[in-house]
């Protein structure tokens, strides 16, 4: 017997948590974003809503439009049927209305007249003695709750009918009450039959209507009403006075809702499918549309957008099964229960869990602890890991003379052109751990790629391949040096970082290639003009003549080659890499060291005595003016052997007096003829195989400069001879010597020295042997000297 009460009592506790969780889950319900979640004290869950969302104006609080609700002096009604909502609840798909009460009186006032689609139908007799009202709810989206609600006539003599169209067809219910002028026999709170009868509502009723009729003839029934209802079980308690005053005129009913109108197999595949996530459809012992239900484990409202349910801590509830709660451990949907509750009540079942706990938690701090361990010796190991690489990174810069540069720096009057000190994670990440993608050039000092700084510059970053660690000092005075160069035609030196093994320099960036792509690789211009190919070769002459006499320190660029030519989206001239480049002491005209260089515009004197001047640059510049006047590449082993060197061939054939033959052809015309001839002159005096003979690069820039500006102003006529033409310089006050030779002795040259300028070169072992002495050309004069 006590086992049968403990059995009952832990039924009632558990009837009691799903009671408890029932009202917590549907607490839990929510409406919409933006929509209202309440009507005076009614809660309005989603499918259901108010008109539409504040935040989203264009989209509805409700699913469908049969959900649409209206709030209206705190009370929740319909928007289509005007019925006024109780209550909504989502587990079990029910909302409790109030619904009319139909009545037949004989000589009774009529109750007011609902509107359609819920409607009174009301019929009186001609002397006003009878009168019929018969509610009607037309909705077929909703089903009367045949679990939930009783159908209920009250009245002697009388009888009720419950009718629903379904499918076209009618179908009806009802009971009768009679009384036998008994009604003292009558009991408060029963419907047994006698004043007062119903009856279980069937399923699937809709578009309903109700009838109350008294029997005709009856004495019972005269002067009395007659009163059919449906109504929520519970919401109506029978009383004897209703039989002479009914106090309802409505009364709560409750209906079934379902969302859509199809099966779940057809709506699943739909775009307007219901169910959101952790949840299922269930279309069970339904006629029309589904409903959605959380899956076991989780909890919440299934239509709500877009996490539907939500998991259940089983474990803080009090039927999780376990001994208590810390023996449970939840987890999606489920839970896992480490020590169960037994059927005995002496202990034993706890003592052999405290043992699993023990040896559990034995096993969970032993696992924690290597965890811990683990842990502690990966940290360990990452502070070395970082410890060593700030020393390494301290090492480089000391040994790359950053705190050299650092000091002089320091010392510098104007800071506003002070290269910067960059860190080697600022260019990791300026270039993406420097991605192949990136790439920008390549050569025989180094990889050039573009970056990105934090304040959004596009930059150069060259990253060398090897430094000579016995000339730190000198690169930390080059870096200085470069990083005071402004020139408009010089690549800005912006920076550089020391703290890798190699140092890194960071210039601006030059977005249009260089001038060995836009020759020899088909740039942007096919056929580059030949006013452009002056103004370039101009640019980047004057450039080399202020780093070799404008400069703070002279500098001998050492590497001077179309590659090393820049040009921006203008086609400006920009020199860069000085990775080759010396500077020169103020006192000396030249320095030792070894060959370094680009093969086909190394200067012959140079390699042989290992001296460099700035005379190796005009040199090297001398084939870049080949480039441009012929097009082709200074070493190309696709051509004889005759003419595999640039600069040899084209001073063979000035010895040959075929000038012309080596011009680009396409390029040349009578406009700029003369203009060639005077490059091409000047080109040969550059490849002189003696330095001492070549011009310095200031004159070479001022010639080219000249040429521009007689290009701009044509004032004179180039067919005259040097002797009798004035040059355009670049001021009055400037200038240049030039040889001559003497036209006697070139009658058997093959020069018409009626047409033709005196050549401004000797060729070794050509025919020319003989020179005149200097002449000075100043601004319109030319008077020997």
């Known amino acids: 017997m006590e086992v049968k009460v403990k059995q009952l009592q832990l039924h009632l506790v558990l009837i009691a948590a799903l009671a408890l969780a029932l009202v917590a889950a549907e607490t839990k319900v929510q409406s919409l974003p933006g929509c209202n979640s309440t009507c005076g004290d009614v809660n309005i869950p989603y499918p259901f809503g108010i008109g539409n969302s504040s935040s989203k104006p264009d989209q509805p609080c409700y699913l469908e439009r049969k959900f649409k609700l209206d709030c209206n002096d705190s009370k929740l009604y319909f928007s289509n049927v005007q019925l006024q909502v109780l209550d909504i609840t989502i587990i079990m798909g029910q909302v409790d209305v109030m619904f009319f009460v139909s009545s037949e009186c004989n000589q009774r006032p009529l109750f007011a007249a609902s509107p359609p689609p819920i409607s009174i139908s009301t019929t009186e007799t001609q002397d006003g003695s009878e009168s019929r009202q018969y509610g009607n709810l037309y909705t077929a989206s909703f089903s009367i709750s045949s679990k939930e609600n009783k159908f209920l006539t009250v009245g002697c003599d009388s009888y009720g009918y419950l009718n629903s169209v379904y499918e076209e067809h009618t179908y009806t219910t009802g009971c009768l009450t009679r009384c036998y002028g008994k009604k003292t026999i009558i009991k408060n709170g029963t419907c047994s039959g006698i004043g007062c009868c119903q009856v279980d509502v069937p399923p699937r009723m809709r578009n309903i209507t109700v009838e109350a009729s008294g029997f005709p003839n009856s004495t019972e029934s005269l002067g009395t009403c007659t009163y059919s209802f449906v109504v929520k079980q519970g919401s109506y308690n029978f009383s004897t006075t209703d039989l002479e005053d009914f106090p309802h005129t409505e009364l709560p009913l409750v ?85 169960p509750k037994g059927q005995s009540a002496d202990g034993t079942d706890k003592g052999r869990c405290n043992k699993q706990e023990v040896l559990t938690k034995v096993i969970i701090g032993a696992g924690a602890g ?299 015309n009578e406009e700029n003829k003369q203009e060639i001839k005077e490059v091409v002159v000047l080109a040969a005096k550059c490849l002189r195989l003696k330095g001492e003979e070549r011009p310095s690069m200031k004159e070479v820039a001022m010639e080219l400069e000249g040429l521009r500006l007689m290009e701009k102003h044509p004032w004179t006529s180039r067919e005259q001879d040097l002797e009798e033409t004035p040059y355009f310089l670049h001021n009055e006050s400037s200038n240049i010597y030039y040889e001559c030779g003497d036209r006697s002795s070139l009658q058997n040259t093959g020069y018409d020295t009626s047409r033709d300028h005196v050549p401004l070169v000797a060729l070794h072992g050509g025919s020319v042997t003989t020179y005149c002495n200097l002449y000075k050309i100043s601004w319109f004069s030319v008077e020997c000297v």
Request: with cysteine.
């Open 255 to 339: 209906l079934d809702w379902t969302v859509g109108n199809s099966s779940c197999d057809a709506s699943k595949s739909g775009t307007d499918y219901a169910c959101k996530s952790n949840s299922y459809c269930n279309d069970k012992d339904l006629d029309y549309g589904y409903r959605c239900t959380c899956m076991p484990g989780y909890e919440g409202n299934p239509y709500h957008p877009p996490d539907g349910c939500t998991d259940i801590d089983e474990c803080k509830g009090p039927d999780h099964g376990c001994i208590d709660e810390n023996h449970c451990r939840n987890k999606n949907g489920s839970y896992d229960c480490f020590c």
């Open 370 to 668: 290597i965890i811990i361990l683990f842990v502690v010796i990966a940290s360990l190991y990452l502070t070395y890991q970082k410890r060593k690489l700030m020393k390494l990174k301290e090492k480089f810069f000391r040994e790359n003379g950053g705190f050299i540069l650092q000091q002089k720096l320091r010392t510098r009057e104007d800071s506003s052109q002070t290269a910067k000190i960059f860190t080697e994670h600022e260019l990791n990440k300026a270039t993406n751990n420097y991605d192949e993608s990136l790439i920008i050039g390549k050569g025989g000092y180094g990889i050039v790629f573009k970056g990105v700084l934090p304040d959004k510059r596009i930059v150069a970053i060259k990253k060398s391949k090897i430094v000579d660690k016995s000339q730190i000092e000198q690169f930390i005075n080059e870096v200085v040096v470069l990083s005071q160069i402004i020139h408009r035609n010089v690549v800005k030196l912006l920076g550089c970082c020391l703290e890798t093994k190699v140092p890194l320099l960071v210039y601006e960036y030059v977005s249009n290639g260089t001038l060995h792509d836009l020759i020899h690789n088909g740039g942007k211009e096919e056929n580059v003009t030949w006013k452009t190919r002056l103004r370039i070769a101009a640019e980047a002459a004057g450039a080399l003549s202020y780093l070799h006499s404008d400069a703070f320190v002279p500098i001998i660029h050492r590497d001077v080659k179309g590659a090393n030519i820049l040009l921006d989206d203008d086609y400006r001239a920009k020199v860069s890499d000085f990775g080759a480049s010396k500077l020169v002491p103020l006192d000396q005209t030249g320095i030792a060291t070894m060959v370094q260089g680009t093969l086909g515009y190394l200067d012959p004197e140079y390699m042989q005595s290992q001296h460099l001047t700035e005379k190796s640059d005009v040199y090297s510049f001398g084939v870049v003016l080949v480039e441009l006047l012929t097009g082709e590449k200074p070493i190309s082993f696709d051509r004889p052997e005759e003419k595999r060197s640039l600069a040899m061939h084209f001073l063979s054939c000035l010895k040959e007096d075929r000038m012309f033959d080596v011009v680009q052809a396409g390029i040349m």
